[in-house]
RNA sequence: GCGGCGGUCGUCUAGCCUGGACUAGGACGCCGGCCCUCCAAGCCGGAGAUCCCGGGUUCAAAUCCCGGCCGCCGCACCA
């Protein structure tokens, strides 16, 4: 049956109130917009989809490791990652028509004055001696006042330091990532993955689990040798991701009015210079794999390039990774930022940290140094009392640049002082160099797991007559499996049925099968509440199980059923599940 | 944040306009019992509602008024 695109967000919603999925936080307080809670299904939903990504994303290659990092962060870090300075973006408000603006662009715009770094009042200024006026309707223009998304807190409770919950999880892995490169002993290319909680207070939250204030994000900082990655990257492409299909369309596209998305391979993306970075179609098309995966069709998906004003303050290029959902239509559920070296420099700035690394060539380089080392007794003798001033001047300048000025002039000249070249020692000196030190390129792929969880379930809702089913990949289901005894009346044969499928059911889950148990009600309203929430197979034992050991196994999506010796049943789970595993069925407690 | 509309058991809803017999009714779901050979069957019983919250008007408020919270839609914002 078809659902309309109007039920189906009512559908899930009841769904997942009924059933435990999601429902909103602090509900009996009256709620707050923009937090969901999960629920008993919903987290074990949430689970395996971060155990897929982390398999896709981060355990597939060999090339990422994960870390754990706080959510709580000094301000330091993030006024360096620049996240403080566009938080604190001045919005004025329309007293008229009630629109509001970025105050410092509505001034740019009128004006052509920059204001930016302005205080509050100091825009108010320009704004009033300018007689800036509403954009839209020419009203009166409110003060700006600051509109910070990041959630204040204080680290310490008496006269705590300043600070922020994360806004993404990625500064984590800069600041820590020379510890990390040191752990995994100077190796790049190199990812750093983080799966955790992020908050961003986000003005008006609205469309459940899409816009949320406090949400998990799953990302990873990739950090490579920009000289290497087409080497590199063509290491660590398989056949399959070579020929895995994209629907890309490119920032050029959408400035010519396209809107539709064109199909590529991964290669293609490359070749044709689509990508700023082989790395991007890489991890790109791995994140592609990752979604088709867990149940989104490759043609419902979509990679959309951000034009640069559409860009975060760090992305040199960014592509959006969009899913087709009935309800919110194309909803972003990932993106993948080339940062290149913007939040590493900044780090380096801020803290005066070394997070450069080390280069060996693959031969050192010899190379001939002429210095001009100062002669201090001459020096002394030239300069007499500005000696010291003199010799300070000279350390702080580039040796390079001294050695030519000395030798083209023939002196150089501080502080009203001549130096002449007897004032210093020329030497010249072959030396071998090994490598030089750079600033790792960073990729960074990241993924918002309530939207993807959210996607899915959405992808996954049919509808059988008036019957919901949840139609999962059975890596996803919150139960790998449901046991059911055909009837739990109270004849003799009855409660044997009922002993059997228990026992069934405890093997099962001794041997870490995610198994689900149900014994009231009828048979058929059993299979349908096991269908709702997308547990894929259901055993159950019946009267013949009481003649000949064999139980019945049925596929949620078909309702087919075969008949299986119940002590096959956990080989047969696991080739169904394609997983592997011992499995050991212990009947000799019951009768 | 602005404007419009809305908020009654877990869910969907009746009642609100026209204040009073509302101890807030129903359906589905849930729980217990009976029944029991495969897709939400039937019968019996049960639990379950701060009528979103606070204040006001009134002898009397789910109902009228004000403020707040939350939701939906539109605008704005969105790393």
Redesign the pocket.
Known sequence: MELKSRDIY?ILS?LA??RGLFW?SYE???????LYDFGPVGVLIKRNIIEEWLYWLVYSTGLVVEIETPIITPRIVLKASG?ED??T?PIT?CTKC?????ADHVVEEQTGITVEGYSMSDIWKVMIENNVRCPECGGQLTKPQP?L??FKTEIGPYKGAPGYIR??AAQGMFVSFKNVFTVVRNKLPLGIAQVGKVG?N???????LI?LREFTIMEFEFFFDPEKSYEEVMKYMDEELEEEELFVLTADEKSRGIDRASRYRTLELIEEKIVKNPWMALWMAKGNRFLREIGIPGDKIRFEEKLPW???HYSEQTFDQQVYTRKFGWIEVA?YSYRTTYDLDRHIEFSRSDLSVFKRYKKPVEKLVRRAIPNPIKIRELAKDKMGKIMENISSMDQEALYQELMSKGYIEIDGVKLGREAFIIKEEKVKIHGEKFVPHVVEPSFGLERIFYALLEHALSLEK???VLKINPRIAPYQVAVFP??????PE?RKIVDIARSLYRALLKARIRAFYDE??????R???A??IGIPFAL?V??QTLEDETI?I?YRDT?E?IRISIHEAYDKLLELLNYKGKFKLNFDKYP
Request: charged fraction near 40%; proline fraction near 4%.
């Open positions: 009512e009841d109130k009924r909103p009996i307080y009256g709620g707050v917009a923009g996240h566009h938080f973006d408000e009630g629109r509001v603006f970025r509109a998304l990041l806004p993404e961003r986000e003005i008006s939250p609205r469309q459940s816009r559409e860009r975060a993106g008036d019957r919901i055909l009837v739990a009346g109270s004849k009855h009231e009600g009828s048979i058929g309203r299979y349908a509440r269908d709702e159950t019946d009267y019945t049925r309702r059923q």
